[in-house]
T-cell receptor, first 109, second 115 residues
Framework: KQEVTQIPAALSVPEGENLVLNCSFTDSAIYNLQWFRQDPGKGLTSLLLIQSSQREQTSGRLNASLDKSSGRSTLYIAASQPGDSATYLCVTSGSRLTFGEGTQLTVNP | ETGVTQSPTHLIKTRGQQVTLRCSSQSGHNTVSWYQQALGQGPQFIFQYYREEENGRGNFPPRFSGLQFPNYSSELNVNALELDDSALYLC??????????????FGSGTQLSVL
């Protein structure tokens, strides 16, 4: 059974700081890994999808990496802004979709 | 905007009642999946429908059931509601089922409260 863990559970940083969110998973037999953003009481917005054959994906200030052999992914956010405040979730796609519990990010002006 | 719409946005029911939640997929998507998200937790996979058939299910009891229609819209039905069923219910649409590299597009969810 796949287990996905996200560290830290919560993070508070000043505006402008670069930061890294971590995701680890126990079963490396995945098709892909996705990072999502969730605002309070809302649905999820897809940020990046990394296919199992890829090592990283970039979109604007976001960069996500994937190391299947070690069961790890990181989401790097450059020059953080208050609008980045949200919960960030990683999810693996294998025999079923498995979500982590999320990292709640607060970027202070 | 993801093109995925869910209704209703909020719902209050009492224990023992039945509820139906609805989801309209993004145009062209043939796969819909449903998730339960309790407060402060990550979403939990309930089940998935691909071309009108269930083709994946999480650890939820049979009183959670669903349908997918020819236009690929979907319903989630929950019978005999329990207090612990209170959660945000999310649906997501995609193309081609779980074993693909297609992105998921989520609706904004239905917040269900069971009293």
């Amino acid at each position: 059974k796949q287990e996905v863990t996200q560290i830290p559970a919560a993070l508070s940083v000043p505006e402008g700081e670069n930061l890294v969110l971590n995701c680890s998973f126990t079963d490396s037999a995945i098709y892909n890994l996705q990072w999502f953003r969730q605002d309070p009481g809302k649905g999820l917005t897809s940020l990046l999808l990394i296919q199992s054959s890829q090592r990283e994906q970039t979109s604007g200030r976001l960069n996500a990496s994937l190391d299947k052999s070690s069961g790890r992914s990181t989401l790097y956010i450059a020059a953080s802004q208050p609008g980045d405040s949200a919960t960030y979730l990683c999810v693996t796609s294998g025999s079923r979709l498995t979500f982590g519990e999320g990292t709640q990010l607060t970027v202070n002006p | 905007e993801t093109g995925v719409t869910q209704s209703p946005t909020h719902l209050i029911k009492t224990r023992g009642q039945q509820v139906t939640l609805r989801c309209s997929s993004q145009s062209g998507h043939n796969t819909v999946s449903w998730y339960q998200q309790a407060l402060g937790q990550g979403p939990q996979f309930i089940f998935q429908y691909y071309r009108e058939e269930e083709n994946g299910r999480g650890n939820f009891p049979p009183r959670f059931s669903g349908l997918q229609f020819p236009n690929y819209s979907s319903e989630l039905n929950v019978n005999a509601l329990e207090l612990d069923d209170s959660a945000l219910y999310l649906c997501a649409s995609s193309l081609g089922g779980l074993a693909t590299n297609e992105k998921l597009f989520f609706g904004s969810g239905t917040q269900l409260s069971v009293l």
